[in-house]
């Protein structure tokens, strides 16, 4: 399987949202437990129109990871080296889509002297972030009625 992951058009944000949508909903389970409250609340802000927004944004990076012609990956990072989010549908997890994206955000980083990654992660992809580099930095939080847990690589050593 070829991976490609490229920096986001504007024209893909349906499909992103996509992928968001139901990354949330099919994967992280763990996380939300079905309850419509929490869904709710971490679905509220992945429409279409605010992932355009996103996409535009000077302040943001994105990219889509893609696989045979189609967008089955979805991530962003801040120019300050927050990993805001990383998400994948349910048929491509466990074959390098998510590494290929945090590959990405990481190399970015990197290019504009950002020394090391955060983000805060779902129960769903803490191992996933573990088995990437990423050490916890800190107690779980609060988030959408969930826990998150606060994460950290370091870029240049």
């Not at 962003?76 to 290929?100: D, F, I, Q, T």
Request: hydrophobic share 40%; charged share 25%; net charge neutral.
């Amino acid at each position: 399987m070829d991976i490609v992951v490229r920096p986001a058009k504007t024209e893909d944000a349906t499909h992103a949202c996509n992928v968001l949508r139901r990354s949330i909903v099919e994967c992280c389970q763990e996380d939300h437990q079905g309850e419509s409250e929490a869904l709710d609340a971490w679905l509220h802000n992945k429409t279409t129109g605010d992932v355009r927004s996103w996409i535009q944004s000077p302040d943001l990076f994105s990219w889509a990871a893609v696989v045979e012609a189609k967008i089955v990956g979805f991530s962003m990072s801040s120019r300050s080296g927050n990993v805001l989010l990383c998400y994948l549908v349910p048929e491509v997890r466990h074959m390098g889509v998510g590494k290929a994206m945090l590959k990405a955000i990481g190399e970015q980083a990197k290019a504009d002297g950002i020394n090391a990654l955060h983000l805060e992660s779902t129960k769903t992809a803490r191992s996933f972030y573990l088995r990437n580099g990423f050490v916890e930095c800190g107690a779980p939080i609060a988030a959408f009625g969930m826990k998150s847990y606060p994460m950290k690589k370091t870029l240049v050593e």
